[in-house]
């Protein structure tokens, strides 16, 4: 069964700080992705990963960046911490981009104050 | 740009009857169709997928069923229990960019009712 770990489970920040969330999988995937997700808005696409150090900019990339060093983690990079980013930050890992399932991770609660 | 539309938002059924969620998607090159669902506090999880080359697939109680013609794709739960209570979305493949992804629906909150 693919296992896909999110480092936090809640974290909390305060506003202007950088803030990495960091998340792990197992499974040998090519892709990785970040969603945000928060009520009435679904899950809404940052950033995705289709190989090491490659990654493609989804619907709302404003304020965040991504690393992947290695293929099997893939990072979100808060640079300044804003009260709107406050939201469930969701990883997920597919074989292919857009034709195969996504593998969620359980999600991470940031809270900017 | 693409996107995708789901309703009802909110879905309350009586135990036993069926729900019916459908959505509709713009990009008329998507080809893959899954649906997830999100119990409270849980990670999203499929439950179950379509490729455009079928119109229909069934999977127990659950059933989803595709008119490319129309780019609408619609879930149906037969015989629903309280443990479908549940946010349930859906998603269409979008290849825009270098590399294809998926684009998510609003999400529908169903309740099921004993």
């Known amino acids: 069964d693919v296992k896909v770990t999110q480092s936090s489970r809640y974290l909390v920040k305060r506003t202007g700080e950088k803030v990495f969330l960091e998340c792990v999988q197992d499974?040998?995937?090519?892709?990785m992705f970040w969603y945000r997700q928060d009520p009435g808005l679904g899950l809404r696409l940052i950033y995705f990963?289709?190989?090491?150090?490659?990654?493609e900019k989804g619907d709302i990339p404003e304020g965040y960046s991504v690393s992947r060093e290695k293929k099997e983690r893939f990072s979100l990079i808060l640079e300044s911490a804003s009260t709107n980013q406050t939201s469930m930050y969701l990883c997920?890992?597919?074989?292919?981009?857009?034709?195969?399932?996504?593998?969620f991770g359980n999600g991470t609660r940031l809270t900017v104050t | 740009g693409e996107n995708v539309e789901q309703h009802p938002s909110t879905l309350s059924v009586q135990e036993g009857d069926s729900a019916v969620i459908k959505c509709t998607y713009s990009?008329?090159?998507?080809?893959?169709f899954p649906w997830y669902k999100q119990e409270l506090g849980k990670r999203p999880q499929l439950i179950i997928d379509?490729?455009?080359?079928?119109g229909e697939k069934k999977d127990q109680r659950i059933a989803v069923t595709l008119n490319k013609t129309a780019k609408h794709f619609s879930l149906h739960i037969t015989e629903t229990q309280p443990e479908d209570s549940a946010v349930y979305f859906c998603?269409?493949?979008?290849?825009?960019?270098?590399?294809?992804?998926?684009?998510f629906g609003k999400g529908t909150k169903l309740s099921v009712k004993p």
């Open positions: 997920a890992s597919s074989v292919t981009g857009g034709r195969s399932p996504l593998h």
């Open positions: 499974m040998d995937h090519e892709n």
């Open positions: 990963s289709y190989d090491v150090k490659m990654k």
């Open positions: 990009d008329s090159a998507s080809n893959y």
């Open positions: 379509i490729r455009s080359n079928v």
């Open positions: 998603a269409a493949s979008f290849y825009g960019g270098s590399q294809g992804n998926l684009i």
